[in-house]
Each structure stands twice: as C-alpha cells, then as structure tokens.
C-alpha cells in the first residue's frame, strides 16, 4: 500500500507567499525506535513538495503498538542543511495526512534565505 502526502511551505502572514525551491524531508515520529525518514523533495513553484511511501518504510513497533498508519511530520532545511523548522511536535497520532501546511515566519525565512532578499524601497 503506497501513501501520498503533500507538504506545503508558505509565509506566515497575510500574503501567505508560497515558499519556493527549498529542501523538505519528511519523516514519521516514533517513540520506541529512531523516527522513519520517508523521503527528501524540493519544494516546486507552488511551495509544494510531494512524497510517495510505502507501509514499509515506516512499520516498526511503534505503528503494531499505536496503529497502522505514521504520525507525519516535516523537517525544513537552508541550504546549508540546517535544520530551520520541524513540525514533529505537531504530528497527529495514527494519522496519514494527505496534506501538511508549514507556515514560515517571514523574518525566519529570510533569515534562512528561504526566500529572496526583499528589494528596498
């Protein structure tokens, strides 16, 4: 059985800019054994990045305890292969989402050069 899910990066504010070109991993929380890494994608023009996995890839006993499905959550990356945001504390239990939303703060991203430099006015 193979799962789809999406990660969607964007600005956290009102213009809710999609965050483009950006590495994204995904991952499945585990608490008896070392998280799954499901998979590394650049984000496309829309700020999305798109994962395919199998149930293989994350059974272990962490999901023959809890349930069958992984508890997703998305690792953000600079360039540099820094880790700038991870959503792990937010993974939901038991759950495959089809679609996980990561809102960037603007300062963050630009910190991160996640975005391009703001031209001044």
Not at 8 to 25: C, F, M, N, W, Y
Not at 54 to 79: H, K, M, N, T
Request: aromatic content about 6%; overall charge negative; proline content about 4%.
């Amino acid at each position: 059985m193979y799962f789809t899910t999406i990660v969607k990066l964007t600005v956290d504010d009102e213009s809710s800019q999609p965050i483009r070109g950006v590495k994204v991993a995904l991952f499945d929380r585990d608490r008896l054994s070392r998280d799954d890494h499901l998979g590394s994608a650049t984000t496309d023009e829309n700020g999305e990045a798109r994962f395919q996995y199998s149930a293989a890839q994350f059974d272990d006993l962490d999901e023959r305890i809890g349930g069958a499905f992984p508890e997703l959550y998305a690792v953000v990356s600079d360039a540099a292969d820094k880790q700038v945001i991870s959503t792990r504390a937010e993974a939901l239990n038991n759950s495959a989402p089809k679609h996980i939303a990561v809102r960037i703060a603007r300062d963050v991203a630009l910190r991160h050069s996640l975005l391009p430099r703001e031209m001044p006015a």
